[in-house]
T-cell receptor, first 114, second 113 residues
């Protein structure tokens, strides 16, 4: 079955460390997205990519980096510059067709700073 | 810019009660509208959608009608079950070239047996 796989499900980071969250999709979707979810704040867009080798900052990109070397993969690195990284991170993808199509989401990665 | 507003606070109700979650939006043009559901510890799942004015999206007993005149897309279910306990997000699609989705803050729904 097609879908989006995020790994790991839980991740612990020490202060000052960079960590990378994996997101892989086999839906042949062109566009991929990373969201951060905090209690009571809904979903906030970190980065998105509409095509391989191209990506754009979302609303809260500071302290994060991404790459899009393959259509199937869109890893997110949480750098030490991100001062409050503890959150639930969601990856999503969608077809490049406009308008009527929603996103397909992964099951998320919960990152905790220890 | 585009934005979505959901009613404040969690919703707690008894099994078989009627559920309404309000959603209003601000957008230029005619966006597509969506409701997503998130069960504990999981990602979001598409619940239903509507792509033009007066369309009604429906799924699993949930319904929402795209009301252009009131810029609303309220979610309703006539008789909720304990298994409907989840967080519900209203969203709209950005009609610009980047196809971003704008989400509301979500509503926690708790159904008590």
């Amino acid at each position: 079955d097609g879908g989006i796989t995020q790994s790991p499900k839980y991740l612990f980071r020490k202060e000052g460390q960079n960590v990378t969250l994996s997101c892989e999709q086999n839906l042949n979707h062109d566009a991929m997205y990373w969201y951060r979810q905090d209690p009571g704040q809904g979903l906030r867009l970190i980065y998105y990519s509409q095509i391989v080798n191209d990506f754009q900052k979302g609303d809260i990109a500071e302290g994060y980096s991404v790459s899009r070397e393959k259509k199937e993969s869109f890893p997110l690195t949480v750098t030490s510059a991100q001062k409050n990284p503890t959150a639930f991170y969601l990856c999503a993808s969608r077809t490049s067709l406009t308008g009527t199509y929603g996103y397909t989401f992964g099951s998320g990665t919960r990152l905790t700073v220890v | 810019g585009n934005s979505v507003t959901q009613m404040e606070g969690p919703v707690t109700l008894s099994e078989e009660a009627f559920l309404t979650i309000n959603c209003t939006y601000t957008a230029t043009g005619y966006p597509s509208l969506f409701w997503y559901v998130q069960y504990p510890g999981e990602g979001l799942q598409l619940l239903l959608k509507a792509t033009k004015a007066d369309d009604k999206g429906s799924n699993k007993g949930f319904e929402a009608t795209y009301r252009k005149e009131t810029t609303s897309f309220h979610l309703e279910k006539g008789s909720v079950q304990v298994s409907d306990s989840a967080v519900y997000f209203c969203a709209l699609s950005d009609l610009s070239g980047n196809n971003r989705l704008a989400f509301g803050k979500g509503n926690q729904v708790v159904v008590i047996p």
